[in-house]
């Protein structure tokens, strides 16, 4: 099964400025209410909890919101790994260090 390159680069482009902000809100939410835990004071931030699970005021999303974020991201981890082995693979490997700094020289002037 051959992948198609532009449709693989199209979907990690979309998808990436989509997941951006429920990645950073889930990030930056567990790491604040764990600093407050750690520090004793996790009562008075359970309003971050509520952010980091899905839960955003009278729209609730906690049962499904965990499996749309791990879902993204493991989306745009494999398109992002093909991309990179597609664009490895793609690079010449068959020369040398010493072919490949060597200075280009041009031959003909171009004119007639």
Not at 80 to 101: N, Q
Request: charged content about 15%.
């Amino acid at each position: 099964m051959t992948i198609n390159k532009a449709r693989l680069r199209q979907l990690h482009a979309t998808l990436a400025p989509i997941m951006v902000l429920p990645l950073l809100l889930t990030l930056i939410t567990g790491s604040f209410f764990q600093i407050a835990a750690v520090s004793g004071k996790g009562d008075q931030f359970l309003w971050l909890l509520e952010l980091h699970r899905g839960k955003f005021g009278r729209i609730n999303l906690e049962t499904i919101y965990p499996f749309l974020n791990a879902l993204g991201l493991l989306t745009l981890a494999m398109t992002g790994i093909l991309c990179g082995f597609r664009y490895a693979s793609d690079l010449d490997v068959s020369k040398t260090d010493d072919e490949m700094y060597q200075p280009q020289t041009i031959s003909g002037s171009g004119r007639s």
